[in-house]
């Protein structure tokens, strides 16, 4: 199977945050998903820990290479750009990635994070999708050593959501 492809300062455990959440699931597609994870505007639609998404430029609706957006999420405003995106095609897993950071460079408050997906088709008709996260910053020490780590369980919840999504059309 695939796995994420890190940028430098953020492979795991080289920060002080990592979460991975995975879902393995028989009758989709990663064409039937992919819309769902590359259109931002719909993500409040199936996953309550997302709000007010939109984009800089005139962009979107949906993401692309290099894009920025902003969305909110675990009471963070985060800022965004696209850092990969390769759509899934007939053999190629679909990867999306973005640089997420909240408040201003060189201070405490400041968090930034590396958001990785890849959705890729397996045999038998299912469909896998992986989503992994690093943070680095203070905010991300503060979250990794809350238990439950809300970023688990945060994107567990956004999977599940996904895939309920995903069925429903």
């Known amino acids: 199977m695939n796995a994420i492809i890190w940028p430098e300062d953020f492979v795991p455990g080289f920060t002080e945050n990592f979460a991975s959440n995975e879902v393995i699931v028989a009758g989709l597609t990663a064409q039937a998903v992919w819309p769902l994870l590359a259109t931002p505007e719909l993500w409040p639609t199936y996953y309550a820990n997302s709000a007010n998404p939109r984009f800089y430029d005139g962009k979107g609706p949906e993401l692309a290479q290099d894009i920025r957006f902003y969305f909110e999420t675990f009471g963070f405003p985060v800022e965004a750009r696209v850092t990969e995106y390769v759509a899934p095609t007939a053999g190629e897993a679909g ?16 968090l930034d994070v590396h958001h990785a997906w890849l959705v890729e088709d397996l045999p038998g008709g299912r469909v896998r999708i992986l989503t992994q996260e690093t943070q680095r910053g203070k905010p991300a020490e503060a979250l990794a050593a809350t238990t439950p780590n809300p970023m688990i369980n945060g994107h567990q919840a956004w999977l599940e959501g996904l895939v309920a999504a995903a069925r429903a059309r």
């Open 95 to 110: 990867r999306v990635a973005w640089h997420g950071w909240a408040g201003e460079e060189n201070t405490p408050e400041r």
